[in-house]
């Protein structure tokens, strides 16, 4: 059975940091592209950062560039996103995910509800 659990969430105050985490068992992280999105409230699900595809491209959107950063440890099978300079907007829950098969994180941002599995999602809440 496939579980990924995230972690690190939390209330931060506005250009505050947090390091969020997804370990996962029943499958191993390096086989499959893996993504962040998050889910705000009234808001359309975005997509965040994407790793491991088959275009080996790593994916970040616009609105995060430069701020957050996705890395992985495989002998944990884990996958972080660092978050720095918060800002009220990141307010969401935040799901990491798998895809199997063939998959191009280039086209993250229009794809990333395709997942096989997702976590349970960890809330953000960045005050100002």
């Known amino acids: 059975e496939v579980q990924l659990v995230e972690s690190g969430g939390g209330l931060v105050q506005a250009g505050g940091s947090l390091r969020l985490s997804c370990e996962a068992s029943?499958?191993?992280?390096?086989?499959?592209?893996i993504g962040w999105f998050r889910q705000a409230p009234g808001k359309e699900r975005e997509g965040v950062s994407c790793?491991?595809?088959?275009?080996?491209?790593?994916y970040y959107a616009d609105s995060v560039k430069g701020r957050f950063t996705m890395f992985s440890e495989n002998s944990k099978n884990t996958v972080y996103l660092q978050m720095n300079s918060l800002k009220p907007e990141d307010t969401a829950d935040y799901y990491c995910?798998?895809?199997?098969?063939?998959?191009?994180?280039?086209?993250?941002?229009?794809?990333?509800?395709?997942?096989?599995?997702r976590g349970q999602g960890t809330q953000v809440t960045v005050s100002s």
């Open positions: 995910a798998v895809y199997v098969g063939a998959f191009y994180c280039s086209n993250y941002g229009s794809y990333s509800d395709t997942y096989d599995y």
């Open positions: 029943g499958l191993t992280f390096d086989e499959y592209a």
């Open positions: 790793f491991g595809g088959s275009d080996g491209s790593t």
